[in-house]
Nanobody, 125 residues
Framework: QVRLVESGGGSVQAGGSLRLSCAAS????????MGWFRHVPGNDREGVAT????????HYSDSVKGRFTISQDNAKNTVYLQMNSLKPEDTAMYYC??????????????????WGQGTQVTVSS
């Protein structure tokens, strides 16, 4: 059973930084890609960042490009999202996601099937 557990959310003032972590377990192999999404009630879920675990290439949404960085530590089966220069509009529930061949969410060339429970990020002005 694949399990993703996020941590690192919290409240921060605009201009501040947070680092989210996503610990993955239950995989028999490293997933092809992993990513981060965010959701604000009343809005559609938004893809934020994707990492292709084989080559390490990344993709970012225009709204976070240059401010957020996705990275991985294969030894710890953990993916990170470093968020700098945070803005109030970054406030959302952030979800970690991982590739699965039966996924229904397609974003930035990755099919996502597994999701974490989410961690709240709140940025005040």
């Amino acid at each position: 059973q694949v399990r993703l557990v996020e941590s690192g959310g919290g409240s921060v003032q605009a201009g501040g930084s947070l680092r989210l972590s996503c610990a993955a377990s239950g995989y028999t192999y490293i997933p092809n890609c992993m990513g981060w999404f965010r959701h604000v009630p009343g809005n559609d879920r938004e893809g934020v960042a994707t990492m292709y675990t084989g080559g390490g290439s990344t993709h970012y949404s225009d709204s976070v490009k240059g401010r957020f960085t996705i990275s991985q530590d294969n030894a710890k089966n953990t993916v990170y999202l470093q968020m700098n220069s945070l803005k109030p509009e970054d406030t959302a529930m952030y979800y970690c996601a991982a590739y699965g061949s039966y996924g229904r969410t397609w974003y930035a060339g990755c099919l996502f099937d597994y999701w974490g429970q989410g961690t709240q990020v709140t940025v005040s002005s």
